[in-house]
């Protein structure tokens, strides 16, 4: 008896995931069903621009005085930035900076906040 209701659990156990696989039915191309942020990040994405947030990107500082602060593109009012005051060193210096409000690093650089359009 537990030897017939044993193959009746396990034909029933298999047959959905069976069904699964033989369905002829793909999904569409992402753009499609994608709304919002994330369709225009695959939009941008797919006209050459692999990180448009700039969240990868290395900016090279400048003069870094008052008068003259390194530029950091933002689309929003605050952004978190990393300085790395000495070419050899090993820590990064994180500070926040606010739209309006240039911030001086440990180091004495000087970063302000430029808007950016969104993406």
């Not at 790395?84 to 820590?91: A, L």
């Amino acid at each position: 008896m537990a030897f017939i209701w044993m193959n009746i659990a396990k034909r029933f156990a298999f047959r959905s995931t069976g069904r699964n696989f033989s369905s002829k039915v793909t999904l569409g191309d992402p753009i499609e069903h994608a709304t919002g942020l994330e369709k225009r990040e695959l939009l941008a994405k797919l006209a050459g621009n692999d990180d448009p947030f700039d969240a990868n990107k290395v900016f090279k500082r400048g003069a870094g005085t008052k008068a003259q602060p390194n530029e950091i593109p933002s689309a929003f009012d605050a952004r978190l930035v990393g300085c790395v005051c000495e070419e050899g060193s090993t820590s990064i210096n994180w500070m926040w900076l606010h739209k309006g409000e240039p911030k001086r690093c440990e180091c004495g650089n000087w970063f302000t906040l430029v808007h950016k359009a969104p993406v």
